[in-house]
Every structure is written in structure tokens, then in C-alpha cells.
């Protein structure tokens, strides 16, 4: 798999490809936004290491990916909120049949209600979190201003954290599979702390 997403940093579609694929995980998760961000950003340490080898010019400029990962993660998040905001009877359906989405909303509307929103930031690294969080800003009719520029924090978090991996681990390790894989790694463990945290109860209160 890592060959196969490697082999696409040399296109310069690489930009549009992560781009897409960040705002649509809000609502397909299973979409791997996160590998292909580490991917590419790997593949740009790995062409900065390579010594006085001219660099190519489709391999990714770390900065422009860190832009455009964090500014889809916005754009994600609130085509999520809108839907959420208009959903109607249906996705009050959806969420009643849920337990779990039924707390989370509960929880993020107290925590937005009363000024905090690190809720908003942690979610954004847990699996599907992002979903939650989103449709149910909209769906308890949180203003913008509320979540807006929370949003704007997690996706730089995410974003910065996701380059990061990929670029520094494969500086630090000085292979790029080995720096990738590594940063894949990372980046699912920070899901599951991150889920876990979403998950208890402690979890809104800490947030405001």
C-alpha cells in the first residue's frame, strides 16, 4: 500500500488528491486521509535528504501541504455542520437510534455553550470523531463563531501533527517506508488516546 501512495507524490494531482480526501472522510472516515498526508510529506524529506540530487519539482512542498490539509479539514468540517444544522427529521432519527452520537452531542453542545471547545481538537484525531463533533455543532444549532474557529485549531493540529510524522520521521530514520510506516503508526495511537479521552466522561467537563 505504501508503494502504490508513494508512487502518487510524484504527480502533482498529489494536492487536489489530499485535499479531496480530507474533506470527505468527515463523512466516510474509512477515506486515509491521514496515510496520505504522511506519505507526502515523507516523500518531500525523503527528496530533501537525497544530497545535492537535484529535487524534483512534483515532489510536495511542505508548507503548501500543511495549507491545503488544514484548509479542507475546515471546509470538511463545516459542509458536516451545515448538513447537521439542516438535517431535519431524519438526522434527528439517525442520532436518536445512537447512544453514542446522542452523548457526544450533549457533551459538545454544554462544552461550546460555555466557551471551550478542546473537545472539538481531540475529537479531530479520534476515528470518526470528526463526524460526530461536526454534524452535532450544526445539529444543536451552535453559532459559527462558537465552532468556527475551533475547528480552524484542529485542523492545524491535525495537519501539523500528520506532516510532521511523515517529514521528520523520515528524516530522523533516513528511510522513507520505514518513516512512513512508523508515522502511520504514531498517527493511529493518537487516534486512540484521543478516542478515548472523547469517550469519558471527564471528557466535556475538561473541555470548557
Known sequence: MFETLGSLT????IYALVAVS???DVFLP???SGVLVITAAAAA??????GPVPVPEQ????LLLLVIATT??????MAAYRLGRRGGARLDRAIARSRRLTRAHERLGTALARGGGALVVIARFAPAGRSVVSL???KTQRKVVEFLPWSVLAGMAWAGYSVALGYFGTQWLGTQWLGTALSVVALFAAGA???FLVRRPEAAAAAV
Do not use: K, Y
Not at 45 to 50: K, Q, R, T
Not at 72 to 77: C, H, I, Q, T
Open 30 to 32: 474509512v477515506l486515509p
Open 10 to 13: 510524484a504527480s502533482p494531482w
Open 72 to 77: 479542507a479539514s475546515v471546509l470538511g468540517d
Open 136 to 138: 452535532g455543532a450544526g
Open 22 to 24: 480530507i474533506v470527505l
Open 193 to 195: 488516546l484521543a478516542a
Open 59 to 62: 515532489v510536495p512542498d511542505i
Open 45 to 50: 524529506a525523503a527528496a530533501g535528504a537525497a
